[in-house]
């Protein structure tokens, strides 16, 4: 069974440029959350997604946004990119929401300049 | 504030040395409390989910431990592949939050 799998891997931008990610989840899993990975706040919450709706969402701008297709796919998106910005980004899907096991994909690297 | 703290940051152990890695935590409303591990350039990887307190959980040289206020994720015998990142993350209900885990080394 195929993982998570997400692209781009890498991403660089600069200061002020907006960035799309993608997310594919396994399949048959309907949910999908969204975190960002720095090495001093470790993995924030940003959001989740089952069947087409944002079910939760994390403490972060409005900068930060998601969707969910029918398919499951999800993309997160981030305007006016700024320098802390720079992150990993993981996605991770489960069958439902809460307590269901969460597989990880490996991530987007994206570097703001 | 919702806040999950992990110690120690970093542990090296000789192989055969067995340790304990602790994750306490203070939320409003747990529902779960979750053991990852993560490996270098890869994502976390599920480990264990505990629901409520003295639940206990193993899988290998790993056992996990939960009381009201902490968790501890036990490591028995460790071998060097049993090197990575250890994280534990709640979840309350409508988010997760995640401490920022314990780098182990294992030395042959």
């Known amino acids: 069974k195929a993982g998570v799998t997400q692209t781009p891997r890498y991403l660089i931008k600069t200061r002020g440029q907006q960035v799309t990610l993608s997310c594919s989840p396994i399949?048959?899993?309907?949910?999908v959350s969204w975190y960002q990975q720095t090495p001093g706040q470790g993995l924030q919450f940003l959001f989740e997604y089952f069947s087409e709706t944002q079910r939760n969402k994390g403490n972060f701008p409005g900068r930060f946004s998601g969707r969910q297709f029918s398919n499951s796919r999800s993309e997160m998106n981030v305007s006016t990119l700024e320098l802390g910005d720079s992150a990993l980004y993981l996605c991770?899907?489960?069958?439902?929401?809460?307590?269901?096991?969460?597989?990880f994909g490996p991530g987007t690297r994206l570097t703001v300049l | 504030e919702d806040q999950v703290t992990q110690s120690p940051e970093a542990l090296r152990l000789q192989e055969g040395e067995s340790s304990s890695l602790n994750c306490s935590y203070t939320?409003?409303?747990?529902?779960?409390l979750f053991w990852y591990r993560q490996d270098p350039g890869k994502g976390p990887e599920f480990l264990f989910t505990?629901?409520?307190a003295g639940e206990e959980k193993e899988k290998e040289r790993l056992k996990a431990t939960l009381t009201k206020k902490e968790s501890f994720l036990h490591i028995t015998a460790p071998k060097p592949e049993d090197s990575a990142t250890y994280l534990c993350?709640?979840?309350?209900?409508?988010?997760?939050?995640f401490g920022t885990g314990t780098s182990l080394t294992v030395i042959p």
């Open positions: 993350a709640v979840y309350t209900g409508n988010q997760f939050y």
């Open positions: 505990l629901y409520s």
């Open positions: 991770a899907s489960s069958l439902g929401t809460g307590l269901d096991t969460q597989y």
């Open positions: 399949s048959g899993h309907r949910s």
């Open positions: 939320v409003s409303g747990l529902r779960g």
